[in-house]
């Protein structure tokens, strides 16, 4: 069962275009809803997080927009650049949980065109 | 300041053997967890620790077994290796049970024959 949806798989953007990638959840227990970045060869890494009780949390150019009635997020990278190219992971924390315990999406692989 | 490191970086196994891939962290972090990482899966969470002595499973925790006798290391044991352990292995940890961020390792990639 897989309780975090993440799309799309893949992306392909120019340099200075828009990244948008997408995810949707099914439990309405979570309440924390970080992104990953993961280069190649390497662990991900925490890139940006935000709480249900906001819609919005911008952090230079990634943006998560949150819409709790819709049981959605997404990550928004402004001026996309070659060094954004990554895997992304979305995932979510159960409420009552430790940070640990998260349920991720299955990934995006983002390549920045130059 | 070498954070999380993953021995070996690579691995290959035939079915039946078995294998412990090693972690040690030198941040002082309490707690400290092992996610293995499939295609089109995500990071699923195996086995994790809130500190020495202690240990839980997590998501998929079966034909692995862990044990933490120190805060710095955090091995993970495969007692008979099957084709469907085949795949990448990060360890992470953090500061304590609710803290952030979660520091991650750069990775076991293990095939098993």
């Known amino acids: 069962q897989q309780q975090v949806k993440q799309s799309p798989q893949s992306l392909i953007v120019q340099k200075g275009g828009i990244s948008i990638i997408n995810c949707a959840y099914e439990n309405t227990a979570f309440d924390y809803f970080p992104w990953y970045q993961q280069f190649p060869g390497k662990g991900p890494a925490l890139l940006i997080a935000?709480?249900?009780?906001?819609s919005e949390k911008k952090e230079g150019r990634f943006t998560i927009s949150f819409n709790k009635s819709a049981k959605q997020f997404s990550l928004h990278i402004m001026d996309s650049q070659p060094g954004d190219s990554a895997t992304y992971f979305c995932?979510?924390?159960?409420?009552?949980?430790?940070?640990?315990?998260?349920?991720f999406g299955q990934g995006t692989i983002l390549t920045v065109h130059p | 300041n070498a954070g999380v490191t993953q021995t070996p970086k690579f691995q290959v196994l035939k079915t039946g053997q078995s294998m412990t891939l090693q972690c040690a962290q030198d941040m002082n972090h309490e707690y400290m967890s092992w996610y293995r990482q499939d295609p089109g899966m995500g990071l699923r969470l195996i086995h994790y620790?809130?500190?020495?002595?202690?240990?839980d499973q997590g998501e998929v925790p079966n034909g692995y077994n862990v044990s933490r006798s120190t805060t710095e290391d955090f091995p993970l044991r495969l007692l008979s290796a099957a084709p469907s352990q085949t795949s990448v292995y990060f360890c992470a940890s953090r500061e304590s049970l609710f803290g952030q961020p979660q520091h991650f390792g750069d990775g076991t990639r293990l095939s098993i024959l």
């Open positions: 620790s809130v500190g020495a002595g202690i240990t």
């Open positions: 935000i709480r249900p009780d906001v």
């Open positions: 995932a979510a924390r159960k409420s009552g949980t430790s940070y640990g315990k998260l349920t």
